[in-house]
């Protein structure tokens, strides 16, 4: 089992900035690829951004490219979303998320946290 805790979540103006973090504990989080995901209100979830277990390969939505950034530090068992250049758009629960590499290939993921609220204002 892993447990995943998002925090960093708030209110920015947009252009603004904020840096999401993600606090793993329990089975050693370095065995994990991770991703980041988001829900808007009436919206369903949508991908952000994922890394693999090593950090070596990074991937991101479209809309994201470009303004965010995906890193993790695996002797701190944390993973994070930095995000600048931030939108009226980009306002949504942000969740975390770890896959094994079975799952991560096919998109899935096996643990999931419970999400951190961002809210960007015009």
């Known amino acids: 089992q892993v447990q995943l805790v998002e925090s960093g979540g708030g209110l920015v103006q947009a252009g603004g900035s904020m840096k999401l973090s993600c606090a793993a504990s329990?089975?050693?989080?370095?065995?994990?690829?991770m991703g980041w995901f988001r829900q808007a209100p009436g919206k369903t979830r949508e991908f952000v951004a994922s890394?693999?277990?090593?950090?070596?390969?990074?991937f991101y939505a479209e809309s994201v490219k470009g303004r965010f950034a995906i890193s993790r530090d695996n002797a701190k068992n944390t993973g994070y979303l930095q995000m600048n250049s931030l939108k009226p758009e980009d306002t949504a629960i942000y969740y975390c998320?770890?896959?094994?590499?079975?799952?991560?290939?096919?998109?899935?993921?096996?643990?999931w946290g419970q999400g951190t609220q961002v809210t960007v204002s015009s």
């Open positions: 890394i693999s277990w090593s950090g070596g390969s990074t």
């Open positions: 998320a770890a896959a094994s590499d079975s799952n991560w290939y096919q998109g899935k993921y096996d643990y």
């Open positions: 329990g089975r050693a989080f370095g065995w994990y690829n």
